[in-house]
């Protein structure tokens, strides 16, 4: 007795056993649906599923399947950490500091000033003749010491921070660490580099054991980052042409003993030719 079918039915072809594979206007039962077990093929391979049901997917809905694979397969704001995130965000220095005003530019400003009204009024260019001689008193030696100050200065070195590393070094950071860091971001008066003491030391300028002084390192710039541990880190980072990194090397116990003590001295080249000297914490969160 044939089955009753739900809807207007229509054939698509003939199957080589003498059935007939029938479809409506939506779904097309393949030739394992349970209706169909009459007009199999006793060797007719069903197509793949991705269901477990007898049933094959209508292909309006294969798009929100793979919708919602992929919405699955998608990892979680909570699974990516946002400690590896914060730690490459650089965080800027806007704490103010006279350390970090050139009193050579202060001086030769104010000293300029008072010598250009003073002899300005003198001449009765300018109004105030009898302050001229008070201006002109004050303004020459003004700009002398500003000039002064101006030659002997030495500027401060670059310091890139993370944020990581800022929220670690009051507490972690050895007080040497911090003091080292506060030096080489400031105006200096009078030395010829940063850190030119603890150098020569290290170095021993014009020894047998030692380096020409000449061949000194150069301070470029300093870096407060975070290690793979979490251990606070200060990185020197230096340029010296003329040494090698063996030189550096043989001289890393000696960083570690000057800067220390809580501190361990690290030492490598980065790509740019420039060495690095890693001051780590012995100290961890």
């Given at each position: ?42 060797h ?89 001689a ?23 070195v ?128």
């Amino acid at each position: 007795m044939p089955m009753p079918m739900p809807m207007p039915m229509r054939a698509l072809s003939t199957a080589a056993a003498g059935g007939t594979i029938f479809c409506n206007h939506r779904h097309l039962l393949s030739l394992h649906h349970p209706y169909q077990s009459s007009l199999s093929r006793p060797h007719a391979r069903s197509r793949p599923s991705i269901f477990h049901s007898q049933s094959p997917l209508p292909r309006s809905l294969k798009p929100l399947l793979l919708l919602t694979r992929a919405a699955e397969s998608t990892p979680s704001p909570s699974a990516t950490s946002p400690s590896s995130l914060s730690d490459k965000t650089i965080v800027t220095d806007e704490e103010f500091s006279l350390a970090k005003v050139s009193f050579g530019v202060i001086g030769l400003g104010l000293g300029i000033t008072l010598l250009s009204y003073g002899f300005g009024a003198y001449f009765n260019i300018l109004p105030g003749t009898e302050w001229s001689a008070i201006m002109l008193t004050y303004g020459f030696p003004l700009t002398i010491i500003g000039m002064a100050l101006k030659y002997a200065e030495l500027k401060p070195v670059p310091c890139l921070t993370y944020s990581e590393a800022q929220k670690l070094r009051e507490t972690y950071a050895t007080p040497i660490l911090k003091q080292v860091r506060n030096d080489v971001i400031r105006y200096r008066y009078g030395d010829e580099q940063h850190l030119e003491e603890a150098l020569k030391r290290i170095f021993q300028y014009g020894l047998g054991s030692g380096i020409p002084r000449r061949s000194a390192p150069s301070l470029q710039m300093i870096r407060e980052e975070v290690t793979e541990d979490g251990r606070y880190c200060l990185v020197l980072v230096f340029e010296a042409k003329a040494l090698q990194l063996s030189d550096f090397e043989q001289r890393q116990a000696k960083f570690a003993s000057f800067f220390g003590p809580g501190i361990t001295a690290e030492v490598v080249k980065d790509e740019n030719d420039l060495y690095e000297v890693r001051l780590i914490s012995n100290s961890t969160s």
